[in-house]
């Protein structure tokens, strides 16, 4: 078996692994923090951990995996307080224990795993039951000049420990990231970082110390777990590239401050799992759990063989389209084992043994599975004996973990369908092919494909359920863009919505009603609704030849969906909606005179002021704003060819109408408002759905995020139109 070399984050190298220890391996992941479901980015981390442990176990390594689980240290009462976590909300409200939640969470990401096959780490220790080892080592490191106590907290001293910064190649002068919300007093220093922490009055969860009541830092649990469960120095340490700084960065200065030797051979960092552009994460919103997926009908399988698709040191963008190939992709690799024919001859085993060679050879270098499962195909495609294909694929299947034994599921036909393939089969021979197509669709529509096989029988199969409901468009991208042909009608309306169908009703409603007879279109985008909302959206047409909608098949992002809407675009003039905004009369004609003045690039009904970039202030009257409000905005559509689409990455609604107003200004066209425009505007529906907390913190990045993009343009705050 070829040797295994491993990309080594500390030394930015891949490097050939020698072990410790003859024989064996050790490998520490940083496990979950259980306040909440671990999402599939977290999973995306714990398979690459499994794919280094299964392809030691296949080189015949005894390899002692361990996985903490973090049960203390982030579940800060105010945390809890500020109710952030609905299910723990909800757990809360049903009167549990924190002991409870995180055995709940516990619990669900032991199932997560299982249905991902990864295997279970020889020890799962978690936090609650290693305090102890977390003090000595606190202890040991106050003893020896590296921590400081104050006020009950222990720090550790940055400056003390000369190779700190060596992990993640920060230089120690560097603008160092600290707590942003409040600079700590007691900090000697604000690079320094907690080990220990003094217990609030009222917390569940604390331990007494040499230091008085209190729990441990988040960084100290890795440094004791390692050591108390592998030694004091150990062969890998995985964990995703978000965990490089600080989390690994402090624990080998704790762990080797406190030893006086190295911590960690070989660091293997993974890249993330991203959405829409953006890392899944539960604060930015795109999280998909393991049960959605399987809400969805895929096999929990398919996600592992999707990240098998892409190697763990590079980003992968999730999609659900990407998700269907790869179910579709697991699918086909497990019916090419079930090929029973063949006989194994001599050259046939040599040529299995060059592919068992190569697949394990492209595992070693640097755990390329995606070049691994490549070889896989190459098996699963050959010419190969039936039983060798077999042998082959189960070989491998010791490292991809993809049930390639598992025969693929056929369940009976029902009835109706057998009779219906049965008709249809019957009209082939007598070749009535438009009737026999006919009948495919009806099946179709039941649920079931038709396959005609070389022999000129038909079978019929069920579809699965990700192939059977249409998904819809997965980035705004999967709308064919028309922005670059003329425009054939006069007006595009685009509403886009994600909640409130009722209020989404009552602004189409008013739409048609006051489109008149224009040549237009009404484009709705239905940014990822509930099941129920469908229904709602697709009433909407209701006969009405004017109104398309399209489904997205999760929540793109408000930008993402408005562009959705600008991309599907004919009009040569376009209003974006809101679902609050009701129209009471003729918007059109007073919209279609203010966009005549070519000098005038956007216009509305409400707009903003600013002098400085920060503060926006309502506008009052008909004229010129710094920006036009996203409740109501019109443009020429050729104006987006211009100032470019939305910035998709303003998830949230706040901002994105300043940003856009601000990109079609820097063009030198004016943002102009009409306050006589016959509209009203009602509760906003997205607003009101969004906790008090969650608004502050979205309506916080949005604001910073175009503070950054507009700071060195002041020119375009202070008298506006002048
Ligand atoms: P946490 O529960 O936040 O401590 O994260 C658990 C593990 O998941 C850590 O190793 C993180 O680095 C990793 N992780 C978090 N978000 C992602 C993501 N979007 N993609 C891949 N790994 C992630
Ligand atoms: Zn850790």
Redesign the pocket.
Known sequence: MPTLRVFNTLTRQAEEFVPLSKGRASIYT????VYRD??I??L???LMADWLRRFLEAQGYSVRHVKNI?DVGHMRAEMLDRGEDKVLAAARAAGRTPAEIAEHYTEAFFRDEAKLNILPATVFPRATESIEGMIELTSALVERGFAYQAGGNVYFEVSSFSEYGKLSRRDLSDEFETDRAEPDPLKRNPRDFALWKAAEKGRELSWKSPWGKGFPGWHIECSAMVQQHLGDCIDFHT?????IFPHHEDEIAQSEAALGQRHVQTWVH?????VDGL???KSTGNVYLLSDLEARGFDPLAFRYLCATVHGRSPLNFTLASLRAAQRGLTRLRTALHEPEGRVTKKATAEGEELRNAFWERAADDLNVPAALAIAWKVARSALPGPLKRELLLDFDRLLGLDLGQTPRREPLPADVAELVRERHACRRSKGYVEADAIRERVLTMGYVVRDNKRAASMAVALPAWEREDPGITSSRDVPSHLEDKADLEWTVGIVARQGPKELQRCVKSVKRWLGKRSSEIVVIDNGFDEDGRAVVESLVNGDGRVGIIQADHFLGTGAGRNAALRQARGRYVVLLDTSVALTGDVFQPLEALLNDPKVGIAGRWGAMTDDLRTFTEAEDSGDVHAVEGYLMAFRREVVRKAGLMDEKFRFYRHLDLDFSFAVRSHGLRAVIDTTLPVVRHKHVEWEATPVEERDRLSKRNFYRFLRKWEDRPDLAGTPGG
């Open positions: 940083c496990g979950p923090t671990a999402h980015g977290n995306r981390s714990y973090t964990g995703g590239v978000d965990n993974g890249q993330h799992l991203l890392k899944m994460s």
